[in-house]
C-alpha cells in the first residue's frame, strides 16, 4: 500500500556524481519516522541525463512510499567495479552500474 508524503515535510540535500556527473539530491523525510518517502535530483549537465534522473527519482519514491527500504531497492540494482582510492591505494570495488544506484546510495545514507 502506497502511502504518499505529506505536502510539507523535512528534507535533507546532499552532492554525489556518478561516471563524472555531479548530481545534487535531496530527500525527503516522513516527519514522524525521518525515514525516506522521496527523492529529487539535478544536474548542471541537463539534456537526457536530467530526464533520466527525473524518471530514476519517480521510481525510487514509489518504492519508498510502498514500503521499500533503500537497502532492499540496492540490492535490486546492478553493479561493476570501480577503483575507489583507499588509504593511499587503488582498490577495486563495486559500485552502482546506473545513476539510479548512485541516488540510492545517497538515499540509503540520509
Excluded: K
Amino acid at each position: 500500500m502506497r502511502i504518499p508524503p505529506p505536502e510539507r515535510r523535512p528534507s535533507e540535500t546532499f552532492q554525489t556524481e556518478w561516471q563524472g556527473h555531479a548530481i545534487t539530491v535531496t530527500v525527503g523525510l516522513y516527519p514522524d519516522t525521518l525515514l525516506p518517502c522521496d527523492v529529487f535530483a539535478d544536474t548542471a549537465r541537463g539534456g537526457h541525463m536530467q530526464y533520466a534522473l527525473a524518471d530514476a527519482c519517480i521510481i525510487i519514491s514509489i518504492g519508498l512510499q510502498c514500503g521499500m527500504s533503500p537497502a532492499e531497492l540496492t540490492n535490486s540494482l546492478g553493479t561493476i567495479p570501480v577503483m575507489v582510492l583507499r588509504d593511499g591505494a587503488m582498490v577495486e570495488v563495486e559500485g552502482p552500474a546506473s545513476v539510479v544506484g548512485a541516488i540510492l546510495a545517497v538515499v540509503g545514507g540520509a
